[in-house]
């Protein structure tokens, strides 16, 4: 787990969070201008219309000037609605026609500010904007975050009661479909109600941004809980695997590796594990164009094809590894080097109807204990 990593995933859950307090704020703001608005008879003056740009889209909004008294004081504003909205070009000249020059209509003001007024209580898509991508990039932090809880880099390994040592895994598989499924329930929890509010109070013609904003958000949620349900259909099946060496594994050394997995199906299993050594760049930011991490070492090994499994098995395999002596030893985890060796165990766990699991394991391998000198 890096600590700077975690930071960040928390600094960018509270700007998000902060974002989507700012959002509702604005949503009930907006809701409390038109409940609150008064209204008030007023003269239209002028017509005029202006270009109003956004994401290749160009939308004519209309201005109508008009002035209104209150408190026998005369007020003079151009707003139709309380915000510009990206609506289609007729609808410029419908307001024209709904207010011709030189009528009397009636016109709107807001009690706390009387020179804010409109002419037509049409909701804006625009306070519903942040709170939509604040919530995206909250997500954001919550999935750093919670990858960065779930993940173990530093090897552990603890006395067995056999006397082996047990290899913890650095992290479950089904931890990252645990991570988006709890993303994706936030995001219908928070994201659906703001999206169902603004579907109701929104008036034709409708604004095409802000669809199209709320339908993407939508998408991606949906698509978030689908890949959250497939990974643990994929994964299910196959218990937390329990891996076990005879001895801590040392350079120019072999080292039996024992595994035993439960199985929750009927079917067949495959096993498969890789013994892998790479230098990897440790730091936060590296903006040199090397690239260090480097795969020094790569072994794969078949350890079961195609076995038939019940469900409540377990499948039991041992396999000698051979830690070659042309490849360093693992880094130790204090000594701060900007790059460090990461030796690591891949299993792969694979079964009938789609299923696999694949289980990561972080090791300490030695260095090769220096021969005595000959006088």
Known sequence: MSRWVLAIGLLTIVIGVGGAGYGVWSIWNQHRLFTSARPVVARVLDHRSKDLKASGFVAKVPLVKYEYTVNQQRYTCEMVTPSELMLPDTWAEHVFDQFPIGAQTE??????????????????????????????????????????????????????????????????????????????????????????????????????????????????????????????????????????????????????????????????????????????????????????????????????????????????????????????PSTPIASGAAIQIVWSLILTTAGSGGRKAVTEYILSVNNAPSSPEMC
Do not use: W
């Open 107 to 328: 016109a709107k003001y807001d009690p706390s500010d009387p020179s804010n007024a409109f002419l037509v209580a049409k909701y804006s898509v625009k306070p519903y904007l942040p709170l939509l991508v604040s919530l995206v990039i909250s997500a954001l932090g919550v999935g750093v975050v919670g990858e960065q809880l779930m993940n173990h880099d530093s090897p552990r390994m603890t006395t067995a009661s056999s006397g082996a040592l047990a290899v913890g895994a650095k992290q479950h598989h089904l931890s990252h479909a645990r991570v988006l499924g709890v993303i994706g329930i936030l995001g219908l929890i928070c994201g659906a109600p703001a999206i169902l509010h603004h579907l109701m109070v929104s008036t034709s013609p409708h604004e095409r941004m802000g669809f199209l904003l709320e339908g993407a958000y939508g998408i991606a949620v949906i698509t978030v809980v689908v890949r959250s349900v497939m990974g643990f259909r994929q994964g299910y099946g196959f218990g937390t695997p329990v891996v076990t060496l005879e001895r801590p594994p040392t350079i120019g050394q072999s080292v039996s590796l024992n595994v035993v997995v439960p199985t929750q199906f009927n079917g067949t299993v495959h096993l498969n594990v890789c013994l892998k050594c790479e230098a990897k760049d440790t730091r936060l930011f590296n903006f040199s164009e090397e690239t260090p991490n480097t795969v020094l070492l790569a072994q794969n090994i078949q350890l079961l094809e195609s076995e038939p499994v019940s469900k409540g098995d377990e499948v039991t395999r041992t396999v000698d590894l051979i830690i070659p002596d042309h490849v360093p």
